[in-house]
């Protein structure tokens, strides 16, 4: 219990989408809130996107209007549809899922956004 598993990254041409998929096994990813985070070499990592337990979702400023993030309880899994990529939503992108103290982290998944 606890590890996260994602999955669903890949190349795709500026103006495409993706899905990633994250995976918490558990009879409690219900209480957890869940999202990603993404890296460049070089720079910190950067928070994406994230969910709530009650649903309340929050994105960073440079993907509004472009990703949403959901999540499906009864699934143990939470996604995040990407659309209208760009060059810069080149990165390594790693899922999470927080309760308090415990916060743990997918192993990432890496997306690249031809021009």
């Known amino acids: 219990q606890g590890q996260l598993v994602e999955s669903g990254g890949g190349l795709v041409q500026s103006g495409g989408s993706l899905r990633l998929s994250c995976a918490r096994p558990?009879?409690?990813?219900?209480?957890?809130?869940m999202g990603w985070y993404r890296q460049t070499p070089g720079k910190q990592r950067e928070l994406v996107a994230a969910?709530?337990?009650?649903?309340?979702?929050n994105y960073a400023d440079f993907v509004k209007g472009r990703f949403i993030i959901s999540r499906d309880n009864a699934k143990n899994m939470a996604y995040l549809q990407m659309s209208s990529l760009k060059p810069e939503d080149t990165a390594v992108y790693f899922c999470?899922?927080?309760?308090?103290?415990?916060?743990?982290w997918g192993q990432g998944t890496q997306v690249t956004v031809s021009s």
């Open positions: 999470y899922s927080n309760w308090g103290r415990d916060l743990t």
């Open positions: 558990g009879s409690t990813f219900r209480t957890y809130a």
């Open positions: 969910i709530n337990p009650d649903g309340s979702t």
